[in-house]
């Protein structure tokens, strides 16, 4: 007997109206504002027009299910399945004529995007990176525009980068004279709606900055924070699926139980009913973003580079050390005396994924880019409880423990800037870790404790592996 294809005939509801655009669709999004869009109340009258990155793989392997896929979600206790119905329609980034198309509609009322935070193309201060040559291409096409653009024109421009498709979209909204919109990025980065207005605005004034003013009365920036752990998806979750639902689809998507999105912003449009989900509505996302970049980001990169040295491939291998978990434990302790927010059950929660041998999350790969990651994750504790007194040793230990990590201890060093952070080691145990702190916490490179600390807690580390071996 033949597996039958997952599609809407079969499977699916029918799609709900396009009221919303996700730009940048991949597994996280699909485990996450798709799934609370799927859940909301309201269902039915918001649907998903989403656009694929760079790569067409997405279009192609979803446009045949009609949107649709299965959320796999793996339990402590086993998998459970779920059509997710929220994806309407999927494009392939290059089809910028329809994207076009939905700006220009009166009926769009919220844009998402996770498109990381390459994505955003800034510069260290925030701005627009306006040398990168994929922008300035871009800023070039939309500057060759008539003076009075028409939205044929604009569809007829070839735009990659987030921020001038972004722009385009707006501007093409504008001649069409349609309502107001909110933007809601959904990156893992702190007040990601400021960031990224700031690189469209930026955009804006380099090609339009009459867009500016309108921008200001019809464009509303929201911010949010995003958890749910997402690994990528393999054969065998393709087979498990059409060995449990009884259809065949290309693509599924493993994710943990545990999912948790706070939003905050003006919907002067409207939007799905996300708290019906389970999502929550604030006034300030950055107390949130705190708990989880320090809590959970932050305990993972420890993980990263103090586990793989130890001799633990997974999140859920190390967790369970005694080790492992204690340092982690005195890490979440300095980090959530800073929070605003309770932490106390939100760390009992992450134990708990982090146990869950159902997900496997290699620390080799949460620690590509550390010299993005650390320097916010672990410094601002390191640097508040440094000034008030007081020697963190679960933030020292994690900074020594991406030092070792640079030196060739532990997962490869995978960054976008290995050149530069690789240098900083290679002398003496003393020096790299004055380098490497000067790196992380500049306020603190001449603070001899710390750097003596830095170096006891390497040694620490080290012997640690000798103990395991």
């Not at 040559?133 to 604009?154: G, K, N, Y």
């Not at 207005?197 to 867009?211: C, H």
């Not at 550390?370 to 000034?387: D, E, M, Y």
């Not at 963190?392 to 991406?402: D, F, H, L, Q, Y």
Request: net charge negative; with cysteine.
């Amino acid at each position: 007997m033949t597996t039958p294809p997952l599609t809407r005939t079969t499977f699916g509801r029918p799609s709900a109206p396009i009221r919303l655009v996700h730009i940048g669709l991949g597994n996280f999004t699909r485990a996450h504002q798709a799934w609370y869009t799927e859940h909301a109340s309201d269902r039915d009258e918001w649907g998903i027009a989403a656009f694929t990155g760079r790569r067409p793989t997405m279009a192609e392997l979803l446009g045949p299910q009609d949107g649709l896929y299965t959320l796999i979600t793996k339990g402590a206790e086993g998998d459970s399945y779920e059509v997710i119905s929220s994806v309407s329609v999927v494009h392939p980034a290059s089809d910028f004529a329809s994207l076009i198309d939905y700006f220009t509609s009166k009926d769009l009322a919220v844009v998402t995007s996770t498109v990381t935070e390459a994505g955003y193309y800034r510069r260290d201060d925030g701005a627009l990176d306006t040398d990168n040559e994929a922008v300035a291409a871009d800023l070039d096409a939309l500057r060759a525009l008539p003076d009075q653009p028409s939205i044929d024109d604009i569809k007829a421009t070839e735009i990659t980068t987030a921020p001038a498709r972004i722009l385009a979209g707006l501007l093409a909204r504008r001649i069409a004279g349609c309502q107001s919109l909110t933007i809601l990025p959904c990156d893992n980065i702190p007040n990601n709606g400021q960031a990224f207005s700031r690189v469209v605005m930026d955009a804006a004034r380099q090609v339009d900055p009459s867009l500016l003013e309108w921008a200001q009365k019809h464009v509303s920036w929201a911010t949010c924070m995003v958890d749910r752990i997402t690994p990528a998806t393999t054969d065998t979750e393709r087979e498990e699926t059409t060995r449990a639902q009884g259809y065949k689809d290309a693509a599924p998507v493993p994710t943990e139980p545990f999912s948790e999105w706070v939003i905050s912003g003006d919907f002067p449009a409207g939007r799905p009913d996300w708290e019906s989900a389970g999502a929550t509505i604030v006034n300030d996302v950055e107390p949130y973003e705190q708990r989880k970049l320090w809590m959970l980001n932050g305990s993972h990169s420890l993980m990263a580079y103090a586990g793989p040295i130890l001799g633990f491939e997974t999140v859920g291998e190390a967790i369970v050390d005694p080790t492992i978990r204690e340092w982690v434990q005195q890490w979440w302790s300095e980090a959530g005396s800073g929070l605003s927010v309770p932490w106390e059950e939100y760390a009992d929660a992450l134990v708990e994924r982090f146990e869950n041998p159902n997900i496997r999350h290699l620390l080799a790969q949460i620690a590509h880019d550390g010299s993005q990651k650390i320097p916010v994750r672990i410094a601002p504790t390191l640097v508040r409880l440094r000034k008030s007194g007081e020697m963190p040793t679960g933030a020292i230990r994690a900074v020594a423990a991406w030092m070792l990590h640079l030196q060739g201890y532990g997962a490869p060093v995978v960054d976008a800037a290995s050149t530069r952070v690789e240098a900083l080691v290679g002398a003496s145990l003393e020096e790299d870790a004055r380098s490497v702190l000067g790196f992380v916490a500049p306020d603190l490179a001449d603070d001899s404790d710390v750097v003596d600390a830095i170096v006891t807690a390497a040694k620490d580390i080290i012997a640690h592996r000798r103990a395991n071996d």
